[in-house]
Nanobody
């Protein structure tokens, strides 16, 4: 059974940093494109960042470029999202997503940016 388990969310002040982790099990992790999505209250889920299977290519939402970095460690079956210079508008539930021929979602981790 495939599981994606996110961790690292929490409350942080504006300008602060957090690192999210997503550890996968039950799949051949290195074969999957991994992404982070987020969904803020009352808004649609949106793509934040994506990384190809061996990390050769990444892409980001315009709203997070220069502040967020996605990376992966295939030996640990884990994808990360380093979030710096956080803003209140980054407040959302962050979801891990894996896709190859089928896709899988984690249950999400809440990030709250507030003073």
């Amino acid at each position: 059974q495939v599981q994606l388990l996110e961790s690292g969310g929490g409350l942080v002040q504006p300008g602060g940093s957090l690192r999210l982790s997503c550890t996968a099990s039950g799949l051949t992790f290195s074969s999957y494109v991994m992404s982070w999505y987020r969904q803020a209250p009352g808004k649609e889920r949106e793509l934040v960042a994506r990384i190809t299977s061996f990390g050769g290519s990444t892409n980001y939402a315009d709203s997070v470029k220069g502040r967020f970095t996605i990376s992966r460690d295939n030996a640990k079956n884990t994808v990360y999202l380093q979030m710096n210079s956080l803003k209140p508008e980054d407040t959302a539930v962050y979801y891990c997503h894996a896709v190859r021929r089928v896709d899988y979602w984690g249950k999400g981790t809440l990030v709250t940016v507030s003073s």
